[in-house]
């Protein structure tokens, strides 16, 4: 039961995810493997090729990152079997390196890179394009418009890769990966279950002599597939136009820009292209659609990508229509309907037909009425009890006078430690980033140096930089905030955590194991929320010179509540004895738990999100320990 | 009749915002429409502000709501409420919850000020046609504290705006969930819905 159904039987309607539509595109496709390292946006296609997985005889894996997950769905390829590998869009700097490489030798089955681009940032930390990356390794680009051709373009991906020999990528963004819609089923190709690996070392290895031969045959291979995008239904001329205005559309914006055609009253006055594969464009239809109209504006979100093409094939064709875009449709952000509407306005030189004056007074004024509610750490998160200890050791050892310790972070939950009270995040840069940034502040500032990672952060790409610092005599303290599992990405294993992807048993690897085996000084592993502990390990790695590992452990409040409720167990909750409490406020100030509360001044803790993790009870916490066990 | 509806629903992290929006757009299904559903997941989550769009049609459509465009708000928290009432129209309808949720992340000043919750829910009436204000927390918490985004929907039900049948919602949800949990959730809608029917 429930709400989706991503495993119905062809025919059946169903609400489903953009990401679930995917991957029931990838399933209808006759996929093999699909392989990922979680990340938002695209963590829900992995999860959903893991659900029903089983039923298809699709292997699926948790990769422990981008760059092993491409790798593990290229050998399926090449073994002539049908694979996709996802990830959000930062990912594919990190998968980058295999890609670039197995373009120059193509494949044999179907293979999908798929690139969830973070438009409007929702969860990431660039608004980067990968349509250029994919530009620059020769990947055939498909682009949906939304979930219901996100699930048609997926399985016609597999299709085409196949069928044209070369990996594609797949470009999706947020808006279509998190949006719904009701979707019809296809029907279900069935894939084999052993592949074929033929042998051919002047193909499979990379030597230079190889390469210079297969890039050759690559231009060659993507000119004709240059000819073919002239005829897949994906890239259409939708509407001729009166010959004056016309419209290129590709992406997300396409049913945006119809609905402003709509909202202004167009008809069928202007012209309408709807561009599936922005690389390669179909040349020939750009241009004719360019020769039978005077002035055309591309609409794309992000980066000129179509439009700098668009205006090169005009330049190629000596044609003089009037090509814009990004004078009209932002640069920044999602191009949604009100961006649209005022662009498509500005180019046609007509009032938009909606005011939004008044939307834009009532949302000053309610940002005058309201604060922000950014996110933030869970109640009884141990992530929030380790930057807590940070802060104090930092204050105990009066570190704040000689500029305060400094805390480079990573990326995770345990980023929005960078959130007041606790403040105790300095940098980010990318994944696996804190330990080597710290490694690089050692040599050259005189602050003590605490860095935070998580779990499976420090197993997707923080070991070679823990490498790095012992072996360059780096003077830094890292602590692995550790949860036992991806939490903010939905709670995906990883290899710490002893089960594999489908649920099954398989070696649990520990990280205070490979701390050691990294040659780390001293390594130490306290409990996240024993406060006391915690404090007395970091004053101690601190107080050492050298590489100190301390792995602050405490599974995930949610996970570890939601098990303990399900077995039956009472979850101790904690209440502000009202007698003893000064309203000093220093809880709220300090600790900051988002179950404290202080109404009508009177502090208490909301029952409803206390998740019992104890850690107010400790004297840090409250001087007057005013926090007690509710009986 | 051509139908267009758009409904944001409003709260915090944890309180069931999309899954609230998921149940509505199945329900809508249920009854031959078609749906687009955009609602905030990943980081959102961790007691964030939480949104999610709901549009129905009874042709195609986009998920992207403008500005001064919906026709409902649902607001499961009065602070998120005045946050996404921006993309209500003027004659649209304002459901809330009147129970608040501070974030933990305000300082002291900020404290006292938002602890008037009456400041934000006058703000709304004097923006919108209507706003129905009601404590659907104390009702959630008579069922499952669990419930609140359910509650709500009966609520938002209870305007007629929403162009499905009372008894498929309580059929999606009996399709959707065990029968405990459905038979839960649907005196949640109930209660909402008789609570807020007529004001």
């Given at each position: 039961m429930a709400i989706s159904n991503v495993a119905g039987k062809p025919g059946e309607k169903t609400l489903l995810l953009g990401n679930e539509a995917i991957a029931r595109g990838f399933i209808e496709g006759g996929l093999r493997v699909g392989a990922s390292y979680p990340?938002?946006?695209?963590?829900e296609i992995l999860n959903t090729l893991i659900n029903v997985g089983d039923k298809y005889g699709i292997y699926t894996e948790w990769s422990t990152n981008e760059k092993v997950a491409a790798e593990v769905a290229i050998s399926t390829a090449i073994s002539g079997l049908r694979s996709m590998v996802s990830m959000k869009g930062v990912g594919v700097n990190v998968a980058s390196e295999p890609f670039q490489a197995f373009s120059y030798m193509g494949t044999v089955g179907g293979i999908v890179l798929v690139s969830a681009d973070d438009v409007g940032m929702h969860s990431s930390h660039t608004e980067q394009d990968n349509r250029f990356f994919a530009r620059e390794a020769y990947l055939p680009i498909f682009e949906p418009p939304g979930p219901k051709g996100a699930h048609q373009m997926a399985k016609a991906a597999l299709d085409y890769s196949e069928k044209w020999g070369q990996p594609v990528m797949f470009r999706t963004t947020t808006r279509i990966g998190h949006s719904a819609a009701d979707i019809t089923l296809g029907p279900i190709q069935k894939t084999k279950e052993k592949g074929e690996f033929k042998r051919d070392p002047s193909r499979w290895v990379n030597l230079p002599v190889n390469a210079r031969r297969m890039r050759r045959e690559l231009i060659e291979r993507m000119e004709k597939i240059g000819e073919e995008v002239e005829s897949?239904?994906?890239?259409?001329?939708v509407a001729e136009g009166d010959g004056q205005f016309g419209v290129i559309s590709c992406g997300v914006t396409f049913n945006v820009v119809r609905e402003a055609f709509k909202a202004m009253d167009l008809g069928d006055k202007i012209g309408l292209m709807k561009v599936g594969t922005p690389y390669p464009l179909p040349k020939k239809m750009v241009q004719r659609f360019l020769a039978s109209n005077e002035r055309v504006l591309i609409v794309e979100e992000v980066e000129p990508f179509v439009e700098t093409q668009v205006k090169s094939l005009a330049h190629e064709g000596s044609l003089s229509t009037q090509i814009l875009g990004k004078e009209h449709i932002p640069l920044a952000g999602e191009s949604g309907p009100r961006e649209v509407l005022m662009g498509l306005s500005q180019f046609m030189g007509m009032k938009p037909p909606h005011r939004f004056e008044r939307a834009d007074r009532i949302w000053k004024e309610a940002q005058a009425l309201i604060p922000p509610r950014p996110p933030v750490l869970c109640p009884g998160c141990g992530h929030r009890t380790a930057f807590f200890a940070i802060n104090v050791v930092e204050k105990k050892l009066g570190l704040k006078k000689e500029g305060g310790i400094v805390k480079p972070s990573d990326i995770g939950?345990?980023?929005?430690?960078?959130?007041?009270?606790?403040?105790?995040?300095?940098t980010n840069y990318c994944m696996g980033s804190s330990i080597g940034a710290s490694s690089g502040f050692s040599h050259v500032i005189d602050n003590k140096i605490v860095c935070t990672i998580g779990d499976s952060t420090f197993f997707h790409s923080g070991i070679p930089p823990l490498l790095n610092a012992v072996y360059n005599k780096a003077d830094i303290n890292v602590v692995v905030l550790d949860n036992s599992t991806t939490a903010m990405t939905g709670f995906q294993p990883h290899p710490g955590v002893g089960k594999t992807a489908t649920g099954q048993d398989t070696k649990c690897v520990l990280i205070e194991d490979v701390a050691k085996a990294c040659g780390a000084d001293t390594v130490d592993v306290v409990g996240s929320l024993d406060l006391d502990g915690l404090v007395e390990a970091l004053e101690k790695a601190v107080n050492t010179s050298g590489v100190s590992v301390v792995v602050a452990r405490q599974p995930c409040v949610l996970l570890d509540v939601r098990t303990r409720l399900k077995e039956g167990e009472k979850i101790n909750k904690y209440q502000v004895d009202q007698e003893l409490c000064?309203?000093?406020?220093l809880c709220l100030n300090l600790f900051g738990c988002p179950a404290f509360r202080k109404i009508d001044d009177v502090i208490d803790v909301d029952l409803a999100l206390c998740n019992g993790c104890a850690a107010c009870a400790n004297i840090l916490v409250c001087p007057q320990e005013a926090f007690k066990e509710v009986d | 009749m051509a139908v267009d509806v758009k409904v944001v629903l409003a709260g915090v992290g944890g309180q069931g915002a999309v899954l609230a929006g998921y149940v509505l757009a199945a329900s809508a299904i249920k009854e031959g429409l078609s749906v687009r559903t955009y609602g905030d997941m990943g980081m959102s989550r961790r007691g964030g502000s939480v949104s999610s769009f709901v549009n129905i049609f009874d042709k195609e459509g986009t998920s992207a709501t403008a500005v001064g465009t919906a026709d409902l708000l649902v607001g499961l928290e009065p602070i998120e409420a005045v946050r996404y009432c921006r993309y209500l129209k003027e004659d649209g309808i304002v459901v809330v919850n009147s129970y608040l949720i501070l974030p933990s992340t305000v300082g002291k000043k900020e404290r006292a000020e938002l602890s008037e919750v009456q400041n934000l829910l006058e703000f709304l009436k004097k923006n919108f046609k209507k706003t129905i204000v009601f404590d659907a927390n104390k009702i959630a918490c008579e069922i499952d504290s669990l419930t609140t985004n359910v509650v709500m929907l009966g609520a938002a039900f209870s305007t007629g705006k929403i162009p499905v049948s009372t008894e498929t919602f309580k059929q999606t949800l009996r399709d959707s969930f065990a029968p405990k949990i459905a038979e839960m959730n649907i005196e949640a809608f109930t209660r909402g819905y008789d609570e807020c029917s007529g004001k």
């Amino acid at each position: 039961m429930a709400i989706s159904n991503v495993a119905g039987k062809p025919g059946e309607k169903t609400l489903l995810l953009g990401n679930e539509a995917i991957a029931r595109g990838f399933i209808e496709g006759g996929l093999r493997v699909g392989a990922s390292y979680p990340g938002t946006p695209a963590s829900e296609i992995l999860n959903t090729l893991i659900n029903v997985g089983d039923k298809y005889g699709i292997y699926t894996e948790w990769s422990t990152n981008e760059k092993v997950a491409a790798e593990v769905a290229i050998s399926t390829a090449i073994s002539g079997l049908r694979s996709m590998v996802s990830m959000k869009g930062v990912g594919v700097n990190v998968a980058s390196e295999p890609f670039q490489a197995f373009s120059y030798m193509g494949t044999v089955g179907g293979i999908v890179l798929v690139s969830a681009d973070d438009v409007g940032m929702h969860s990431s930390h660039t608004e980067q394009d990968n349509r250029f990356f994919a530009r620059e390794a020769y990947l055939p680009i498909f682009e949906p418009p939304g979930p219901k051709g996100a699930h048609q373009m997926a399985k016609a991906a597999l299709d085409y890769s196949e069928k044209w020999g070369q990996p594609v990528m797949f470009r999706t963004t947020t808006r279509i990966g998190h949006s719904a819609a009701d979707i019809t089923l296809g029907p279900i190709q069935k894939t084999k279950e052993k592949g074929e690996f033929k042998r051919d070392p002047s193909r499979w290895v990379n030597l230079p002599v190889n390469a210079r031969r297969m890039r050759r045959e690559l231009i060659e291979r993507m000119e004709k597939i240059g000819e073919e995008v002239e005829s897949i239904p994906f890239n259409q001329i939708v509407a001729e136009g009166d010959g004056q205005f016309g419209v290129i559309s590709c992406g997300v914006t396409f049913n945006v820009v119809r609905e402003a055609f709509k909202a202004m009253d167009l008809g069928d006055k202007i012209g309408l292209m709807k561009v599936g594969t922005p690389y390669p464009l179909p040349k020939k239809m750009v241009q004719r659609f360019l020769a039978s109209n005077e002035r055309v504006l591309i609409v794309e979100e992000v980066e000129p990508f179509v439009e700098t093409q668009v205006k090169s094939l005009a330049h190629e064709g000596s044609l003089s229509t009037q090509i814009l875009g990004k004078e009209h449709i932002p640069l920044a952000g999602e191009s949604g309907p009100r961006e649209v509407l005022m662009g498509l306005s500005q180019f046609m030189g007509m009032k938009p037909p909606h005011r939004f004056e008044r939307a834009d007074r009532i949302w000053k004024e309610a940002q005058a009425l309201i604060p922000p509610r950014p996110p933030v750490l869970c109640p009884g998160c141990g992530h929030r009890t380790a930057f807590f200890a940070i802060n104090v050791v930092e204050k105990k050892l009066g570190l704040k006078k000689e500029g305060g310790i400094v805390k480079p972070s990573d990326i995770g939950c345990y980023t929005l430690g960078y959130q007041s009270p606790l403040n105790a995040v300095d940098t980010n840069y990318c994944m696996g980033s804190s330990i080597g940034a710290s490694s690089g502040f050692s040599h050259v500032i005189d602050n003590k140096i605490v860095c935070t990672i998580g779990d499976s952060t420090f197993f997707h790409s923080g070991i070679p930089p823990l490498l790095n610092a012992v072996y360059n005599k780096a003077d830094i303290n890292v602590v692995v905030l550790d949860n036992s599992t991806t939490a903010m990405t939905g709670f995906q294993p990883h290899p710490g955590v002893g089960k594999t992807a489908t649920g099954q048993d398989t070696k649990c690897v520990l990280i205070e194991d490979v701390a050691k085996a990294c040659g780390a000084d001293t390594v130490d592993v306290v409990g996240s929320l024993d406060l006391d502990g915690l404090v007395e390990a970091l004053e101690k790695a601190v107080n050492t010179s050298g590489v100190s590992v301390v792995v602050a452990r405490q599974p995930c409040v949610l996970l570890d509540v939601r098990t303990r409720l399900k077995e039956g167990e009472k979850i101790n909750k904690y209440q502000v004895d009202q007698e003893l409490c000064t309203k000093c406020e220093l809880c709220l100030n300090l600790f900051g738990c988002p179950a404290f509360r202080k109404i009508d001044d009177v502090i208490d803790v909301d029952l409803a999100l206390c998740n019992g993790c104890a850690a107010c009870a400790n004297i840090l916490v409250c001087p007057q320990e005013a926090f007690k066990e509710v009986d | 009749m051509a139908v267009d509806v758009k409904v944001v629903l409003a709260g915090v992290g944890g309180q069931g915002a999309v899954l609230a929006g998921y149940v509505l757009a199945a329900s809508a299904i249920k009854e031959g429409l078609s749906v687009r559903t955009y609602g905030d997941m990943g980081m959102s989550r961790r007691g964030g502000s939480v949104s999610s769009f709901v549009n129905i049609f009874d042709k195609e459509g986009t998920s992207a709501t403008a500005v001064g465009t919906a026709d409902l708000l649902v607001g499961l928290e009065p602070i998120e409420a005045v946050r996404y009432c921006r993309y209500l129209k003027e004659d649209g309808i304002v459901v809330v919850n009147s129970y608040l949720i501070l974030p933990s992340t305000v300082g002291k000043k900020e404290r006292a000020e938002l602890s008037e919750v009456q400041n934000l829910l006058e703000f709304l009436k004097k923006n919108f046609k209507k706003t129905i204000v009601f404590d659907a927390n104390k009702i959630a918490c008579e069922i499952d504290s669990l419930t609140t985004n359910v509650v709500m929907l009966g609520a938002a039900f209870s305007t007629g705006k929403i162009p499905v049948s009372t008894e498929t919602f309580k059929q999606t949800l009996r399709d959707s969930f065990a029968p405990k949990i459905a038979e839960m959730n649907i005196e949640a809608f109930t209660r909402g819905y008789d609570e807020c029917s007529g004001k």
